[in-house]
């Protein structure tokens, strides 16, 4: 496999992206789940640039699963150690007893998130969002992880999207404590992104409908393209 495939991919998690004027919250170097921006993927390269990220005012949960390494899934890693050029946490080989494992991370709670997306604390971002139809949601994560990390992650009940001092972070969360999780610490090699399909309420303003998953369609009378809303909406009058 050539050393350029998944060249890049990186760049969403260790350089800063340019932040865009009255935008709130895109200082932050580590995207974290939930957060906005544009997949700028291709063949040779995997990027999630960051411009921002929602005010939340209650947390969202976050879903933990296990696998393991097979030859795909080693290969978009070592691609990334490579590119970043650092030695690889882990090694792989089909003649292993025990196949090491990496993590993935998902967003559960798209309901609780859309709601909060379309609360005045958001206004802005939501905004900017209408006008740029290519932003998406960074709405999961495939990494791999020191043992202190594992240890922590292998003993929350439950993990959350937090705003902490006006960032979002990820909190693992067992029994009465609860530990925040160092994104950086976190060797992503992959993500994966959610569109978003729109809609009107009473008021006329632009709501977020759904977040979509997979490239399925959006349902009923929602749609990817906010701006479409606006030509229904003169049709009728018309």
Known sequence: MKPTLYVMLLALLF?????????????????????????????FK??????GEPVLGTSIGVTLNSYAFDKTSYNKYISHTKNQGKQPLITYSDSLEVLPRYYTMTITDLVGLRSQFNGADNSTLKSYMVEDGELGLLHSISFVAQPYIQETLGRAKHLYIR????NLTLEAQGGKSSTVVDMSALEVFNFGTASICWTKNKM???????????????PGHTEKDPHKLDEVKAYLKF
């Open 15 to 43: 350089s800063a992206c340019g932040p865009v004027k009255n935008l709130q919250k895109v200082e932050s170097k580590i995207p974290c789940l939930g957060a906005v921006g544009k997949d700028r993927s291709t063949l």
């Open 46 to 51: 995997k990027e999630f640039r960051k411009v």
């Open 163 to 166: 705003d902490q001092r006006g």
């Open 204 to 218: 006329g303003k632009h709501q977020v409908a759904t977040f979509l998953v997979d490239g399925r369609t959006c």
